[in-house]
Nanobody, 114 residues
Framework: QVQLVESGGGLVQAGGSLRLSCAAS????????MAWYRQGSGKQRDLVAT???????NYADSVKGRFTISRDNAKKTVYLEMNSLKPEDTAVYYC????????WGQGTQVTVSS
């Protein structure tokens, strides 16, 4: 079974930075459009950023200019560099394919204090 393991979350003050990682066990990783999602308490899971196999990226308006998604196909890992964090970025962050085709991992909690 394919596993997604997110890491790198934590507690940070507003204006701070974090770098999230997501390791995938699938051998087809390099062919997937990968994505980061987030789910705040009591809210739906929202798409944050996507990256194609070739490295083209897209971002939700709320994070554009602050977050950067990247990937290392050799390591089967996708990253999310988060800068200028705001309290409203507080959520559990998950990775998956763009179509959410893999089993969800446990996510990693990001908490931004004001």
């Amino acid at each position: 079974q394919v596993q997604l393991v997110e890491s790198g979350g934590g507690l940070v003050q507003a204006g701070g930075s974090l770098r999230l990682s997501c390791a995938a066990s699938t051998r087809f990783f390099s062919s997937y459009i990968m994505a980061w999602y987030r789910q705040g308490s009591g809210k739906q899971r929202d798409l944050v950023a996507t990256i194609t196999p070739g490295g083209n990226t897209n971002y939700a308006d709320s994070v554009k200019g602050r977050f950067t998604i990247s990937r290392d196909n050799a390591k089967k890992t996708v990253y999310l560099e988060m800068n200028s964090l705001k309290p409203e970025d507080t959520a559990v962050y998950y990775c998956n394919t763009r179509g959410s085709s893999l089993t969800w991992g446990q996510g990693t909690q990001v908490t931004v204090s004001s």
